[in-house]
């Protein structure tokens, strides 16, 4: 399944859970959020990792440091938009076994300082 897929999953998925979604692949020099959305009073930069049922490092574990980097170097540009400072970073893994999908999200995943 193509990452596109994925990200359809993961914006239908949180729309269930109450999000909002702002923006999609937002890119700029730094790197590239997945989704962007509004959950409650808080930006939520979310990074969707899909999986297959036999996947060997978890999508949490592959949000490394230098991914990291770039998803907060690219979130500090968008923060310029968000009036009252309310942000945190979430990853949400997708597991696909033969007949269903399984949802991870992941809330406050890592945090701004986290160097």
């Not at 269930?16 to 409650?40: H, V």
Request: glycine share 4%; no cysteine.
């Amino acid at each position: 399944m193509e990452a596109d897929n994925y990200e359809e999953k993961a914006v239908e998925f949180l729309k269930l859970k109450g999000y909002k979604i702002l923006n999609r692949n937002f890119r700029t020099k730094f790197g590239e959020i997945d989704i962007i959305a509004k959950d409650k009073k808080y930006t939520v930069f979310v990074e969707v990792k899909g999986r297959s049922s036999n996947y060997k490092v978890s999508g949490l574990e592959a949000v490394d440091f230098y991914k990291k980097n770039k998803i907060k170097k690219a979130s500090l540009f968008y923060s310029i938009k968000i009036p009252d400072g309310y942000f945190r970073f979430d990853v949400l893994e997708i597991i696909r076994y033969r007949d269903f999908y399984q949802y991870n999200l992941i809330k406050n995943a890592f945090t701004l300082d986290e160097l």
